[in-house]
């Protein structure tokens, strides 16, 4: 799950790479927060989204605030990435690191370091 995780990290930070204007926007510090909000809502669809994804490949518990910390593991995420974009202008792999380590790390203390695969015959309950 760790790897899941990293990976869609990953894709985040190609995607603002490749698109500098939204990445400005959405992680450049500087954001309005009438425009900071619509994108706290759309981390918390992506934290879902992350969220589901997991359940699909592993059998991870379920507790209370599961999506609550999906949606704070997210803005941890954007968090190391804005201040990546505030100190340097652009999303180092330091920050990328950091921003893995924290997220899963969270995660980690939510779940466990280990979840087991999710065998391919059973479905994930929500």
Sequence with gaps: WQAVIACLIDRAVRYHRANPV???LAIGGET???IK???RR?????????MRLLQQLFVVPSFADRER????ATEIVDTALTLSMIE???LTASYVRLAKAAAIGF???????ELPVRPATTKATP
């Excluded at 759309?42 to 992350?50: I, L």
């Excluded at 910390?69 to 704070?72: E, H, P, S």
């Excluded at 995660?107 to 370091?113: E, I, T």
């Design 42 to 50: 759309a981390d918390r669809e992506r934290a879902g989204t992350s």
């Design 69 to 72: 910390a999906a949606f704070l």
């Design 22 to 24: 939204v990445a400005r």
């Design 37 to 39: 909000l619509l994108d």
């Design 88 to 90: 340097t202008g652009r």
């Design 107 to 113: 995660l980690a203390m939510q779940f466990r370091p």
């Design 32 to 34: 309005p927060a009438n």
